[in-house]
């Protein structure tokens, strides 16, 4: 079995596909617009973006984004610091070499190894 895909819903679908874009790599797709867009991971996976006006995630949700080794977990958080973006420094976590931070689109990302 293997995962196709995975709606998630959002309170700006604009800002958070350029988000994962641009810090993740994804790819958006052709019908791209301000109430839903579509990407893809290069693996055959694809994230849907819907906007929503009152969305909350129960609190333990998030999406994880594996990365190869630790210096990339480094990587990403050095990038979304410079970014802007408020993320704790990576820590090693329940075995994983992580971090947590909420996206743009109002749900919990960790990117770890």
């Given at each position: 079995m293997k995962l196709n895909h995975l709606n998630l819903t959002v309170?700006?679908?604009r800002a958070t596909r350029t988000f994962l874009e641009t810090y993740f790599g994804l790819r958006g797709q052709r019908k791209n617009n301000d109430h839903m867009a579509f990407l893809s991971d290069g693996n055959g996976t694809l994230i849907?973006?819907?906007r929503g006006e009152d969305v909350h995630y129960p609190e333990t949700f998030h999406v994880g984004?594996?990365?190869?080794n630790p210096e990339a977990v480094n990587e990403i958080n050095r990038r979304l610091r410079e970014g802007g973006y408020e993320v704790e420094p990576?820590?090693?976590q329940h075995g994983s070499w992580t971090f947590y931070f909420r996206s743009?689109?109002?749900?919990?990302i960790e990117v770890l190894c």
């Open positions: 309170t700006d679908v849907s973006l819907f984004f594996m990365q190869a990576p820590s090693r743009p689109g109002g749900f919990v």
